[in-house]
């Protein structure tokens, strides 16, 4: 499984921005999506997830200003950040747990990374 992180970009403080990710390659179910991000210097911390039920779960610091949704049908998250702060600038990784299938059919489970995009929040 494949995953293809877009719409990072800069924007002033306050701005807002979309992030879209879309998983493809082989048979395969998703069973949940979502963001984490890294900025310089820090380590990866948990942006929102999404699992195929619609359970979210948001780190702190974004509760309130993004919102995490999906599209099954096209097997795409996406991450809208309103009201952006200088401290939100980061590359955002799009990550995806899934189920992929042997030739009986066998479900396996996997997860993979998105190459990541960047968010740059000018103050």
């Known amino acids: 499984v494949q995953l293809q992180a877009s719409g990072g970009g800069l924007v002033q403080a306050g701005g807002s921005l979309r992030l879209s990710c879309v998983a493809s390659?082989?048979?395969?179910?998703?069973?949940?999506m979502g963001w984490y991000r890294q900025a310089p210097g820090k380590q990866r911390e948990l942006v929102a997830t999404?699992?195929?039920?619609?359970?979210?779960k948001y780190g702190d610091s974004m509760q309130g200003r993004f919102t995490v949704s999906k599209d099954n049908a096209e097997n795409t998250v996406y991450l809208q950040m309103n009201n952006l702060k200088p401290e939100d600038t980061a590359v955002y990784y799009c990550?995806?747990?899934?189920?992929?299938?042997?030739?009986?059919?066998?479900?396996?489970?996997?997860?993979?990374w998105g190459q990541g995009t960047l968010v740059t929040v000018s103050s």
């Open positions: 990550k995806a747990d899934f189920m992929v299938y042997d030739f009986n059919q066998t479900p396996i489970a996997g997860s993979g």
């Open positions: 999404l699992s195929s039920s619609g359970s979210t």
């Open positions: 390659g082989g048979r395969f179910t998703i069973v949940a």
